[in-house]
């Protein structure tokens, strides 16, 4: 009985240090400024993965060191929308495009839910740490990582980069506000780059897609995923395409797919999209299509 009492004292003590003592100093200004500036990397140690993450990045970065995921509860809810639609995902390949530090394939793995990725992504810190994180993991034998940035033909264009947020980076010219300097990056269409893998567009179970306004030229880069109906999830930005180019995008969506979700978790025929793109400031957010 005693013991019992000293093991139920020894958790209250460290319940209370961690809600009153260590959870406060974590967040307070001296620890994140310290932990944003003194080192290149972090690792967050979690349940059933860990990453490795830039501290000082003010966008995936302050999340992960604040919270321990990148979105990874809608993550989730795209999973669950998937097996609703009776769309099996386990044998199949999660396709990253715009991977950055691979939090979403480290998802995708780690939970059972697919059984290989294909890791997208241009930025040479970003890929550094995605592939610390696939290593951390040991993922290695299930995840192929390309170094390019997707686009509708294999050339060079120029990355304007983005310095607090490496994951904002972009290929679309004004969409980095207040930018920093810019490189030049390798572009090719998502349908050579599985091709080269060998990967047939039916082996893939969700596209996911997450280029800083550049989506438009990446789906027209991957038809044969969109011709195949291979469930999409893009971070979708209408105000930076533009009226005419987003009812074009949406145009050759709905020639395919035949439904989707909106920001607002309304399930809808992507045609009823078009009407929204005279406003596009409605169709800001991710859309997943099925």
């Known amino acids: 009985m005693k013991f019992r009492r000293l093991v139920w004292l020894e958790q209250a003590i460290n319940k209370a240090r961690d809600n ?48 321990g995921d990148w979105y ?45 990725s294909v890791a997208i992504e241009p930025m040479p810190g970003n890929l550094d740490m995605l592939e610390m994180n696939v290593a951390l993991n040991k993922l290695g034998d299930r995840v192929s990582i390309v170094r390019s940035a997707a686009g509708e033909r294999t050339e060079q264009l120029t990355m304007t980069l983005n310095p607090r947020n490496n994951g904002g980076h972009s290929l679309h010219s004004g969409f980095v506000h207040d930018p920093g300097a810019s490189v030049e990056v390798d572009v090719a269409p998502v349908d050579e780059m599985l091709s080269r893998l060998q990967i047939a567009p039916t082996d893939v179970g969700l596209f996911w897609l997450d280029v800083e306004g550049f989506e438009p030229q990446a789906i027209a880069g991957a038809r044969s995923l969109i011709e195949a109906k291979i469930p999409l999830f893009v971070e979708f930005n209408a105000k930076t395409y533009g009226p005419a180019a987003t009812a074009e995008l949406l145009k050759r969506l709905a020639a395919c797919y035949g439904s989707a979700y909106s920001p607002g978790n309304e399930l809808r025929p992507p045609r009823e999209f078009a009407v929204d793109a005279i406003d596009p400031a409605y169709l800001q957010g991710d859309l997943l299509f099925l």
């Open 20 to 67: 009153f003592v260590i959870e406060p100093l974590a967040r307070s200004r001296l620890v994140q400024r310290h932990a944003h500036y003194a080192y290149n990397y972090a690792i967050k140690v979690l349940d059933d993965h860990r990453i490795v993450f830039d501290p000082r990045d003010r966008e995936i970065g302050a999340r992960l060191f604040r919270h």
């Open 72 to 116: 990874r509860n809608e993550f989730r809810m795209v999973l669950a929308r998937l097996a609703a639609a009776d769309r099996n995902t386990r044998d199949k390949v999660f396709l990253d495009v715009g991977a950055n530090i691979g939090t979403q394939t480290v998802y995708a793995l780690v939970g059972g839910d697919f059984a290989r």
